[in-house]
């Protein structure tokens, strides 16, 4: 029995719409742009993109489903879910500020009744390949201009690509790269280039000897002659703080923070983590997320064992992956563990279908001494809480492809957008339009919100960490950090 990466259910018929208004927002100069407002009191500012703004119908409430509608709705597009069970259905209505359809996604009715034949984009990801496939099917009839699809058969992969579908995404696909870089970055959590490779955004979790460690951004920065690195953000038991310069930084904090590439190593120093790339790697289960990540690696070199409990799935992984070490024992035992060689591991992979199965083996891993240990949860909420508490990085399947299908529908707003798995803050590249309030102002002047950072910035072919005296340009190309209601704060510089 494979372990499943579960989502969303599907079936029924009868339809149920559930509008929650949206709502425009009375409060302090924090999730808006306030270039052009007094510097005191309050104004009232409405959540949403600067941009047009897009129909998009979402099929499937399930983890994926529901952090996309989630994302989306803040950001002020109108999102119209669809999901067949009422009692989910029901939740994400509590929790979502956007409409909800109860009814089944693979019904052409229901879907004309979500408003499809106006979408601008549908966005079908339950669990069930099927029910996504005519759910792109009923699109491809009406018209409708972008679509995206969670398939998994690769038979269906190739029938829905002659339906026009923009993006087919494959969750356990998208988490076994996500892993693949993991292991070749060393002891990174999330390292991304802008500005043409010559800026790095780079995270990992914060070890106690770390130099960042104990006092306050600002102070550390001035005792730095010449500092080209900038601390972006701070991920702490799930809640994400833009980082300013009274931040302090605490052990097994995950930061995020930008530098230049050429100074890269400096940045690894800062951090207190190493460089070197996985040699060796042990694998924790047998799931299809841990056979997907077992072939990448081995393709590329690096040695994998994968030890999983079930006899039988053994012999099958061992036959299929002929390069790779498969050991048939359970994967949380230390004896196990030991006469596996896992103290001369680089990094430990848990990506078994077990939450608590996959942290009880990172964390023995670790305690025998592994380098680094990541580990899989289904439950996307511990991906942030756990991150840090004895564990290198967190991984989500469902978050890997949602991640992806939001980088997607950035695209072409924007250049290029990163995303991160226990955080809802985004990464986006941008160009300063000759429209922007930002040209010829200095960065300190521009009254951002607490929730968005100008992290770097591209200047022709010279890129660099800006500071707070640092004048934007038009034509400037601005890396930017933002919180989901900083979004449209976000694009407002672009003009």
């Known amino acids: 029995m494979w372990a499943s990466s579960g989502g969303d ?43 047009a703004v897009m129909r ?22 109108d999102v119209v879910l669809v999901e067949s069970n009422p009692a989910r259905a029901a939740e994400a209505q509590t929790e979502i500020d956007c409409m909800v359809v109860t009814g089944n996604g693979a019904s052409a009715t229901i879907l004309r009744t979500a408003g499809l034949a106006d979408a601008d984009l549908l966005i079908a990801v339950t669990s069930v390949d099927a029910i996504n496939v005519l759910a792109c099917h009923a699109a491809n009839t009406l018209g409708i201009p972008r679509k995206v699809a969670r398939i998994e058969d690769s038979e269906l992969k190739a029938e829905v690509e002659e339906l026009g579908v923009d993006l087919i995404i494959d969750p356990g696909e998208a988490a076994s790269r996500d892993l693949l870089a993991l292991v070749k970055r060393g002891a990174v959590s999330d390292l991304v280039e802008f500005a043409d490779g010559q800026l790095v955004l780079m995270g990992t979790f914060i070890p106690s000897s770390a130099a960042l460690v104990g006092r306050p951004l600002a102070e ?52 207190g983590i190493s460089d070197k790339p996985a040699d060796k790697v042990l694998i924790l289960g047998g799931t299809r997320l841990a056979q ?15 030890i999983d409990g079930e006899r039988e799935r053994c012999r099958l992984i061992a036959e299929r992956l002929p390069k790779v070490i498969t050991v048939c024992g359970d994967p949380t035992d230390p004896r196990v563990l030991e006469s596996e060689g896992v103290a001369a591991t680089d990094c430990v992979l848990a990506l078994s279908g077990w939450d608590g199965d996959n942290l009880l083996g990172s964390l023995v891993a670790k305690e025998l001494g592994a380098r680094e240990a990541i580990a899989r949860f289904m439950n996307t909420d511990l991906v942030g809480l756990l ?5 290198d990085a967190t991984v989500s ?10 980088r997607f529908v950035r695209r072409g707003v924007i250049y290029s957008v990163a995303t991160f798995s226990d955080s809802d803050a985004e990464a986006i590249e941008l160009e300063v339009g000759p429209g922007s309030p930002a040209v010829d102002m200095m960065i300190s002047d521009l009254r951002l919100p607490p929730s968005l950072l100008i992290g770097g910035i591209q200047r022709g072919d010279r890129a ?22 900083a979004i449209a704060a976000a694009e407002r510089l672009s003009g």
């Open 56 to 77: 998009i119908v979402v099929v499937g409430a399930g983890a994926v489903g529901s952090y996309l509608a989630a994302r989306l709705a803040l950001e002020g597009q």
């Open 397 to 406: 399947a469902r978050m890997s492809a949602a991640n992806e299908i939001l």
């Open 292 to 306: 997907m990540t077992a072939a990448l690696l081995t393709n590329n070199g690096i040695s994998t064992t994968l």
């Open 220 to 271: 550390i920065r001035e005792r730095q002659q010449d500092w080209n690195w900038l601390v972006v953000a701070v991920i702490r038991r799930g809640a994400t703080i833009i980082a300013g310069g009274s931040t302090v930084v605490e052990p097994r904090d995950h930061v995020l923070l930008m530098a230049r590439a050429s100074k890269i190593s400096e940045a690894y120093e800062l951090l």
């Open 464 to 485: 660099f960490v800006p500071r707070g005296d640092t004048t934007v340009e038009q034509g400037d190309r601005l890396i930017v950090i933002a919180l989901p209601e």
């Open 387 to 391: 991150g840090g508490a004895g564990l």
């Open 9 to 51: 259910a599907v079936g029924g018929t009868d339809s149920t719409v559930r509008l929650r208004p949206s709502a425009h927002v009375d409060g302090e100069c924090r999730a808006g742009f306030a270039i052009g407002y007094p510097s005191t009191g309050s104004y009232r500012y409405t959540r949403g993109p600067i941009l």
